[in-house]
């Protein structure tokens, strides 16, 4: 079964910390991304990548970064955690021609800053 | 600013009835559409795809898309108490490789 893998269910983090989100899928997906999910907001777009070393900002980067330095995994990484960064974390992935395809989600990290 | 309207629910019906779940979205120059559930606490899972206008059936789902209207819809029959969720849509654009969502709608199914 394909799947894409968030390395922490949950997490709670000081304000000020620089926090590591890491996703993983094995189903050979060249684009990946990340997510977040607020009761009301939705689902919004932090970065994307379409390859290896590649990145595109979504619609809120700020405050984050992203690395893919192999293609399966895809980390988000809040540089200065703030309390406003408290959410649920998605990581999707998809084949290329993924708006014909579809997402395939992770488990969700929810992140806690305090 | 590209935008993908739902009604956030909650939507109620009965066991056994047809639920209708709606979206909007503001550009014409949309690609592919696409139906996601949730149950809370989890991740969304893909229930269906559409491209073309008219519909499209899958089992109990039938996903409806209008691109003059901007318009698409699900509708579930013979809904099950595990329907319970809630649907987002999401849409595409202009060939690229990300989605817009919208917020999502809460659909309760009462035994």
């Known amino acids: 079964d394909v799947k894409v893998t968030q390395s922490s269910r949950y997490l709670v983090k000081r304000t000020g910390e620089k926090v590591f989100l890491e996703c993983v899928q094995d189903?050979?997906?060249?684009?990946m991304f990340w997510y977040r999910q607020d009761p009301g907001l939705g689902l919004r777009l932090i970065y994307f990548?379409?390859?290896?070393?590649?990145?595109e900002k979504g619609d809120i980067p700020e405050g984050y970064s992203v690395s893919r330095e192999k293609k399966e995994r895809f980390s988000l990484i809040l540089e200065s955690a703030s309390t406003n960064q408290t959410s649920m974390y998605l990581c999707?992935?998809?084949?290329?021609?993924?708006?014909?395809?579809?997402?395939?989600f992770g488990s969700g990290t929810r992140l806690t800053v305090v | 600013q590209k935008e993908v309207e739902q009604n956030s629910g909650p939507l109620s019906v009965p066991e056994g009835a047809i639920a209708s779940l709606n979206c909007t979205y503001s550009?014409?120059?949309?690609?592919?559409f696409f139906w996601y559930r949730q149950y809370s606490g989890k991740s969304p899972e893909l229930i269906m795809s559409?491209?073309?206008?008219g519909d499209k059936e899958d089992g109990r789902f039938t996903a409806q898309l209008n691109r003059a209207s901007q318009y698409i819809s699900l509708l579930i029959r013979d809904s099950k108490l595990s329907d319970s969720a809630t649907y987002l849509c999401?849409?595409?654009?202009?060939?690229?490789?990300?989605?817009?969502f919208g917020p999502g709608t809460r659909l309760s199914v009462l035994p």
């Open positions: 999401a849409v595409n654009w202009n060939y690229g490789q990300n989605f817009v």
């Open positions: 550009d014409r120059v949309s690609q592919s």
């Open positions: 189903m050979d997906h060249e684009n």
């Open positions: 999707a992935s998809s084949p290329p021609g993924g708006s014909n395809y579809g997402y395939t």
């Open positions: 559409i491209y073309s206008n």
């Open positions: 990548s379409y390859d290896v070393k590649m990145k």
